[in-house]
Structure formats: C-alpha cells, structure tokens
C-alpha cells in the first residue's frame, strides 16, 4: 500500500513536518491502522504542543517497528515450516502452493492436516522443528525488540519530563500570579490606611471651653 504525502502530513506534528519526515509505511502497512494508532496514542499522552505531539509519534513508531519485528517472528517461522515440508525437488507451483497454505493459518482445514500428516508431522511438531530450525533468526529479531523496548521506556521517560516541566511552569506562573493578587492587595490595604490617617488628621480638634 503506497501513502500520499499529502494526506501523511495533515497527522503529523509540525516538528516533523520541519524535518521533512513522513508516516513509516513500509508496503504491506496499512496507512489508516498507523493513523489510528497514532491517534490513540497521542490522545492517550494527552499531548498537546508541538513538541509533545512529536515525543508521541516517536513512541508510537517504536511500538509500531516492534510489531514489525513480531510479525517478521511469525513470517519466519512459517517459512521455516514450509521448509520442513519441502526441498530442493520440489516444484516451484506445489512449493507455492504448499506456502499458501501455511500462511493462510488454517490449521484445522483437511488439506492443510493432510499435508502435515504426509510429512510425519502434527501441528505442534512442525511448529517446533520450525522453531527449532529458525532459533537463530528469532533470536536476532528477540534482539531487535529489546532494543526497540529501551528506547521506548527512554522517551516515555523523556516525555515524563517534558510533562512535568510544563506542569511546573503552570504551577510557577499560577503562583506568581497569587503573589501578585496578594501583594496588590497589601499595597491597596496600605495605601487605604494611609489615606484614612490623613484624613484624620486633616479634620478641625474640637476647643476646649473655657
């Protein structure tokens, strides 16, 4: 699925905007399941500046290349048992077809149990030689995630502080804005003194008779 720059940028902070970047859609992705999630995580942070809203889409697209890598986990272990049920003999159409099969997932189809059966296999059984046989490709991809998983609690944490500096700012500034109130309010109580002292003083001392 291809993505229309146009519509990318509308959804995009005006940071990464600036910097030229766009959604990273790779094909096969689905532009409206980014928008949506991107959109819910934003929404979720409460982010509402620019610089916010950047900080969101960053965690969302390490949760977004974290599914990636779950999904590339999955495509290798299929491909791992389609491997299994196949060799180098085998046709191009029947391997093709073979692959079809597994990745459509339908694991209770007779077709499908037919094939695992002709191969001395279960379910459960090729699934674990496929796993068994790819460990070092899952590994690798294990890895990744970690990776991605440091980062993400790295600019959550950021984000945090971020949050939190804004919040003082507004604690600071609705301070200062009560300190202001209450020292006018002195200045005003004070003058008020003032000028009622003047006033007394101002006013004629009854004479005393004599």
Not at 84 to 113: H, S
Not at 178 to 204: F, G, N
């Given at each position: 699925?291809?993505t229309?720059?146009?519509?990318?940028?509308?959804?995009?902070?005006?940071?990464?905007?600036?910097?030229?970047g766009?959604?990273?859609i790779?094909?096969?992705?689905?532009?409206?399941?980014?928008?949506?999630?991107l959109?819910?995580?934003?929404?979720?942070?409460?982010?509402?500046?620019?610089?916010?809203?950047?900080?969101?889409?960053?965690?969302?697209?390490?949760?977004?290349?974290?599914?990636?890598?779950?999904?590339?986990?999955?495509?290798?272990?299929?491909?791992g048992?389609?491997?299994?049920?196949?060799?180098?003999?085998?046709?191009?159409?029947?391997?093709l077809?073979?692959?079809?099969?597994?990745?459509?997932?339908?694991?209770?189809?007779?077709?499908?149990?037919q094939l695992?059966?002709?191969?001395g296999?279960?379910?459960?059984?090729?699934?674990?030689?496929?796993?068994s046989?790819?460990?070092?490709?899952?590994?690798?991809?294990?890895?990744q995630?970690?990776?991605r998983?440091k980062?993400l609690?790295?600019?959550?944490?950021?984000y945090?502080?971020l949050v939190?500096?804004?919040?003082?700012?507004e604690?600071?500034?609705?301070?200062?804005?009560?300190?202001k109130?209450?020292?006018?309010?002195?200045?005003?109580?004070?003058?008020?003194?003032?000028?009622?002292?003047?006033?007394?003083?101002?006013k004629?001392?009854?004479k005393?008779?004599?």
């Amino acid at each position: 699925m291809t993505t229309d720059p146009k519509e990318t940028s509308a959804h995009t902070s005006k940071v990464t905007q600036a910097a030229g970047g766009t959604w990273p859609i790779l094909p096969g992705e689905s532009s409206a399941v980014y928008k949506k999630g991107l959109d819910a995580t934003v929404k979720e942070l409460s982010a509402t500046t620019d610089l916010q809203i950047f900080m969101a889409e960053k965690i969302f697209q390490c949760i977004w290349w974290m599914r990636r890598y779950e999904t590339q986990k999955q495509s290798v272990i299929l491909e791992g048992m389609v491997s299994e049920l196949t060799n180098y003999t085998t046709p191009a159409d029947k391997r093709l077809a073979i692959r079809q099969l597994i990745f459509g997932q339908t694991w209770d189809d007779k077709d499908v149990k037919q094939l695992i059966n002709q191969h001395g296999h279960t379910s459960a059984s090729l699934l674990e030689e496929a796993m068994s046989n790819r460990k070092d490709e899952l590994i690798k991809l294990d890895q990744q995630i970690a990776l991605r998983m440091k980062t993400l609690m790295q600019l959550q944490q950021s984000y945090e502080a971020l949050v939190n500096r804004s919040i003082m700012q507004e604690r600071l500034r609705l301070q200062n804005a009560l300190l202001k109130r209450d020292l006018e309010a002195i200045d005003v109580q004070e003058v008020k003194q003032v000028e009622s002292k003047i006033s007394s003083d101002d006013k004629p001392k009854a004479k005393s008779g004599k």
